[in-house]
């Protein structure tokens, strides 16, 4: 192992690990590999003083993977600050200014305050998010954790097996319209018709069941819409409780990797008049949900 982890609450030794001591722009493959194995156990490892450019962002992040290119691209009014491969998790314009709470990329960007996977509304969802914060506000915007492995181990053997082959359909106007926005350009609608992602998976790396959760997700398959909802708010209420989570407070520098398959987060409030500027580089999963629980079966 080329790196030292410790878990940020010992009480919790497997899940969220502060990873010392290391420059990630001097990252080789035997770095990479210890820092995915390391992911597999914690799911969530945060660095510390790691200043990244963009260039070096995505230099870190290609490696692990194929980089999604970010959403924003898909509105016709949408400029882009970057590299479409790195997300702006801003409040920012591309002018640089701050944008007015009306602004609609903003009243979209705010469903990044529910609980989420990301791109859990894509065929293919994402496995790794990568965020380095550049600019922070002087109160709140922490990032919230919640660990969907403990989650699934916790939850009584009646819902373990109610549950177990379930799918869900995800899509971003689900999330959306939970905060009543549904502004979409034609294309957005085009580009999110709903996926199915199976609601039980068995994490790759560490063979453990997880939870496969996101306010993304708005029916199940074989239910009622309002059944289905029901059961898909008590799954996300049941692994949001305080022993499930873990808060990252932000300082400038700050990078931390999370791994999306059994991870939900949200961001927090913050003052809007304050610039908060964060990169998010993403890699993409290697198949569908259903078609890798197809092949774990296959081989089981
Ligand atoms: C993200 C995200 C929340 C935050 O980058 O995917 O949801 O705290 N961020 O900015
Ligand atoms: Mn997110």
Not at 33 to 56: C, K, M, R, W
Not at 167 to 186: C, E, N, P, T
Not at 239 to 268: K, L
Request: proline content about 6%; some cysteine; charged content about 25%.
């Amino acid at each position: 192992m080329s790196i030292t982890v410790n878990p940020i609450n010992p009480k919790r030794p497997s899940f969220a690990g502060v990873v010392s001591g290391i420059d990630l722009r001097q990252a080789d493959a035997g770095m990479r590999a210890d820092i995915e194995l390391a992911l597999d156990t914690y799911a969530v490892l945060v660095f510390h003083n790691q200043p990244f450019s963009d260039e070096e962002q995505l230099t870190f992040s290609s490696p692990f993977g194929f980089l999604e290119s970010s959403r924003g691209s898909v509105h016709p009014k949408h400029t882009h600050r970057f590299d479409n491969r790195l997300s702006d998790i801003s409040n920012l314009r591309a002018d640089g200014k701050i944008r007015p709470t009306n602004d609609r990329r903003w009243m979209s960007t705010l469903a990044n305050r529910l609980w989420h996977s990301d791109s859990s509304f894509k065929p293919t969802p994402a496995k790794y998010s990568m965020l380095s914060a550049r600019i922070l506000p002087s109160w709140g915007g922490e990032t919230e954790f919640s660990d969907l492995r403990a989650a699934y181990d916790a939850l009584p053997p009646r819902i373990k097996a109610k549950i177990e082959d379930l799918v869900a359909m995800h899509s971003i106007k689900y999330s959306r319209a939970k905060l009543g926005f549904a502004d979409f350009s034609q294309n957005e609608i085009a580009l999110n018709k709903p996926v199915p992602q199976t609601i039980v998976r068995t994490h790759r790396g560490s063979k453990r069941k997880t939870l496969y959760l996101a306010s993304h997700a708005g029916e199940v398959i074989g239910m009622s819409v309002p059944e289905g909802r029901m059961l898909l708010h008590d799954l996300i209420e049941h692994a949001t409780q305080p022993e499930f989570i873990y808060s990252h407070t932000w300082a400038v520098g700050d990078f931390v990797i999370w791994d999306n398959r059994c991870v939900m987060h949200r961001g927090r409030d913050f003052d809007m008049s304050e610039v908060r500027d964060m990169r998010r580089t993403t890699v993409g999963d290697i198949a569908p949900t259903l078609e890798q629980k197809k092949v774990q079966e296959e081989t089981a």
